[in-house]
């Protein structure tokens, strides 16, 4: 019976880490469908429901900053956060504040999944 060659191997581990990334990749499409981490076994789909990045610059420019507002909270560039902090502990803008934070003022990145074998 002769061994496997180097050749051999690596044509099996090809084939089989092509199947095994198929079902990676089915894995995550069901996770993402149901929106949570699912763990079964020694295996772990987490769900990431993507990052969200507000636009606390634009924010600010609604709410009509001064430029002595930006001012009082730059250094080399603007904190557009701390701005819009300020402007929304300001009763009459506070609401509106609170509103643009709940609508279109932030980028949400796509969801994700990953996969992993969990130790025991």
Not at 32 to 38: G, K, M, N, R, S
Not at 110 to 115: D, G, R
């Amino acid at each position: 019976m002769n061994q496997p060659t180097l050749a051999d191997k690596l044509t099996a581990w090809a084939a089989l880490t092509a199947q095994v990334n198929a079902l990676g990749d089915e894995i995550k499409q069901e996770a993402l469908a149901l929106e949570q981490t699912i763990t079964h076994g020694r295996g772990r789909a987490t769900f990431n429901s993507g990052r969200k990045t507000y636009d606390y610059e634009r924010i600010a420019g609604e709410l009509g900053t001064t430029a002595a507002e930006r001012k009082a909270f730059s250094t080399v560039k603007v904190d557009w956060r701390a701005v819009c902090a300020k402007l929304a502990s300001n009763g009459q803008v506070a609401t509106l504040a609170q509103d643009m934070l709940k609508a279109e003022h932030y980028k949400q990145a796509k969801p994700s999944v990953t996969l992993k074998l969990l130790n025991k």
